[in-house]
């Protein structure tokens, strides 16, 4: 039987002892810390820290949290164990545009991503052809004024159907509802070009071209209830020059929001994410 592993994330008031009480810990149940990461946040001061270890094949989760008992008692610990060898399911969101979800559902199949989509979810028709052809459930939930509270609830129905623990929207479209924002908070995550506010509206590439910018970029960021302002989780940018084309700089920007997307959420589900306040904390390997 192969060893257990786990995922701890945790945060506290920066307090001297931390490491060392949960090192101590790890040590007394037989485990063996393969990564550890933290992080002093002088801004908000909370401490941050996030430990990947393995143990004994009998050790469950529920003891590795009775064990940290102390510790939290004495730090005022918040935290959260997580089974590492757990795939997290998770629901794709997508209007037209599908590349974004295409190159997510690539990084899946061949494992650079750990994750069971459980359905994607669109206010139109046309992926459904992708997700029959990847065997898997799609749901489609068109929106109007008039459906949209009604298509929402179907949606986070369907989340506690499928014990959901994130939502990517992989160029989804619609406005959620602040309702919807503020139930996803933390679990939902988004891809927009980050031309944003400068180019709003359609066409955002073909605006750029006609400004003459010199380079484009896609941010990935938690949903909120403000528009595209959520905490961001990770950013990238491409170089254009005159020589290119406002098709070109479309396919450029087309290629790093899939990137990004798809390393946003692969620092999300190897629990490398930290909310702090309106700003993130990453750990990255």
């Known amino acids: 039987m192969s060893d257990s592993s786990f995922i701890l994330t945790l945060t506290s008031a920066p307090l001297p002892g931390i490491i060392a009480a949960v090192g101590t810990t790890i040590a007394e149940l037989d485990g063996n810390i393969i990564e550890t990461n933290q992080h002093w946040d002088r801004g908000t001061d909370r401490f941050f820290l996030r430990v990947a270890f393995v143990g004994p094949a009998r050790l469950t989760g529920q003891a590795v949290e009775q064990a940290l008992g102390p510790a939290v008692a004495r730090f005022g610990l918040e935290f959260r ?9 998770i629901v794709a969101m997508v209007s037209k545009f599908d590349h974004a979800l295409l190159h997510l559902l ?16 669109s206010n139109h028709e046309g992926a459904r052809t992708i997700a029959e052809a990847a065997g898997i459930r799609f749901v489609h939930l068109p929106i109007t004024p008039a459906t949209k509270p ?113 390393r946003a959420v692969k620092l999300h589900l190897e629990r490398r994410v930290m909310l702090s306040g309106s700003r993130t904390v990453i750990f990255g390997k």
């Open 81 to 89: 164990i997580a089974d590492a060898s757990h795939r997290p399911c």
């Open 106 to 121: 690539y990084q899946i199949r061949v494992g650079w991503l750990q994750a069971e989509v459980a359905a994607i979810v």
């Open 150 to 262: 009604a298509q929402e609830a179907a949606l986070l129905a369907l989340l506690d159907e499928t014990g959901a623990e994130a939502v990517i929207l992989a160029r989804y479209m619609q406005v959620l509802s602040d309702d919807l924002s503020r139930r996803l908070s933390g679990r939902a995550i988004n891809i927009h070009h980050s031309f944003l506010p400068a180019f709003k509206g359609a066409k955002p590439y073909h605006q750029a071209y006609e400004r003459g910018v010199k380079q484009i970029g896609a941010t990935a960021h938690y949903v909120t209830g403000d528009l595209d302002e959520g905490p961001i989780i990770e950013q990238d940018v491409a170089r254009v020059s005159h020589a290119d084309t406002a098709e070109d700089l479309v396919a450029i920007g087309r290629d790093v929001e899939s990137r990004v997307l798809a």
